[in-house]
């Protein structure tokens, strides 16, 4: 075979495969993303996991904020409504309004929720801050064993 035969074969030749290869390749990416679930949620759960979003209950009512948790989420944590200072904000009085909302919301939705601290430094209540030794481990009980509404 003369070298410009060649060259003429070579030239209709490697497009083809060179087509062929990126098909293939694409087509082994597109299927590896085609079963992937349709939002980040859905991937999450594919894997046995969930993929959540820290909830703010005064942003449940802006809807944008609500239609990207509700699509994309599949798990949510409480930003700080059920931290200490918002869960018993004096001595003795509990008050679960914010986290009974992202509670609600999240069953509504098929949410899992998680939370994450009880008692934090940044959201001490104002009356446990003077507290000091037995006092404050009294208080901190107190709140931890107390049950909630939910």
């Given at each position: 075979m003369t070298h410009t035969?060649?060259?003429?074969r070579l030239r209709v030749i490697l497009p083809l495969v060179a087509a062929t290869v990126l098909a293939a390749g694409a087509t082994?990416?597109?299927?590896?993303?085609a079963?992937?679930?349709?939002?980040l949620g859905a991937s999450?759960?594919?894997?046995?996991?969930?993929?959540?979003?820290?909830?703010?209950a005064g942003k449940l009512g802006d809807s944008t904020y609500v239609g990207i948790l509700n699509?994309?989420?599949?798990?949510?944590?409480?930003?700080?409504e059920m931290k200490w200072d918002a869960t018993e904000p004096s001595q003795g009085r509990?008050?679960?309004?914010?986290?009974?909302?992202?509670?609600?919301?999240?069953?509504?939705?098929g949410h899992k929720v998680r939370g994450h601290t009880l008692a934090w430094h940044s959201q001490e209540?104002?009356?446990?801050?003077?507290m000091?030794?037995?006092?404050?481990r009294s208080a901190m009980v107190n709140h931890i064993t107390t049950p909630g509404t939910w």
């Open positions: 035969r060649r060259s003429r082994v990416f597109l299927n590896g993303n079963s992937a679930g349709t939002t999450a759960a594919e894997k046995g996991r969930y993929f959540g979003a820290a909830v703010s699509r994309e989420f599949n798990a949510i944590t409480p930003e700080n509990f008050s679960y309004t914010g986290a009974d909302r992202i509670v609600s919301h999240a069953q509504a939705n209540p104002s009356w446990a801050k003077p000091e030794g037995s006092a404050l």
